[in-house]
């Protein structure tokens, strides 16, 4: 079955630039998405299609996919970024979620 | 806006099966622009996918929970619905509803744009 690694943890200062990644066997061929999951609230979709953003999603967010990784950047993070983050993929018509990654801001 | 509620008992005993169902509102349950997915995420754990349903009514499920699971549209309510039988407390989790759009020309995949607040479904006797 297909899998999406992503690191368990990133850490990064307030004003950095945060990158978190999400590899998978020939993830570039595919379309990814980003989810940000706080505590106790349901999942935002921050990026679609690779590097789309929804309106309402500042533009320090922004993605990229090529070859077996994913990236989700964000610049100039803020303390309300400190999130988990998930990467989503598409495999045979099926679903498949990253394991998720905690970015602590500090 | 597109609102998604779900709804459903939050506890059911081990080996019966689990039934929740999501309202649609502020969009169209019948568009064709769009799947309608339902995933979960055990406490503390990671999110899965366990299935869809399109607005025909066709549907696809995670390979891994696909023998125990229905989900099933209602177009004259704007629901849709999931089943989950022979429970056991791995099942237990906070389950979502999803809207799930979709490109299948060029690159494919999808993205789930909106979603409901979650229902938590423990698993217990």
């Known amino acids: 079955s297909y899998e999406l690694t992503q690191a368990p943890s990133v850490s990064v200062s307030p004003g950095q630039t945060a990158s978190i990644s999400c590899s998978g066997d020939?993830?570039?061929?595919?379309?990814t998405s980003w989810y940000q999951q706080k505590p106790g609230q349901s999942p935002i979709l921050v990026i679609y299609?690779?590097?789309k953003r929804p309106s309402a999603i500042p533009d320090r967010f922004s993605g990229s996919n090529s070859g077996t990784t994913a990236t989700l950047t964000i610049s100039a993070t803020q303390a309300m970024d400190e999130a988990d983050y998930y990467c989503?993929?598409?495999?045979?018509?099926?679903?498949?979620f990253g394991g998720g990654t905690k970015l602590t801001v500090l | 806006q597109v609102q998604l509620q779900e709804s459903g008992p939050g506890l059911v005993k081990p080996s019966q099966t689990l039934s929740l169902t999501c309202t649609v509102s502020?969009?169209?349950?019948?568009?064709?622009?769009?799947?309608w997915s339902w995933i979960r995420q055990p406490a503390g754990k990671g999110l899965e996918w366990i299935g869809r349903?399109?607005?025909?009514?066709?549907?696809d499920y995670n390979p891994s929970l696909k023998s125990r699971v229905t989900i099933s549209t209602d177009t004259s309510t704007g629901q849709f619905s999931l089943k989950l039988s022979s429970v056991t407390a791995t099942d237990t989790a906070v389950y979502y509803c999803?809207?799930?759009?979709?490109?299948?020309?060029?690159?494919?995949?999808?993205?789930?744009?909106?979603w409901g607040q979650g229902a938590l479904v423990t698993v217990s006797s």
């Open positions: 999803a809207r799930e759009g979709y490109s299948l020309l060029g690159a494919v995949g999808s993205y789930f744009d909106y």
């Open positions: 502020g969009g169209s349950i019948t568009s064709n622009s769009y799947y």
């Open positions: 349903v399109s607005s025909r009514g066709t549907v």
């Open positions: 020939n993830l570039g061929d595919r379309y």
């Open positions: 299609k690779d590097s």
């Open positions: 989503q993929a598409w495999d045979s018509s099926t679903v498949v």
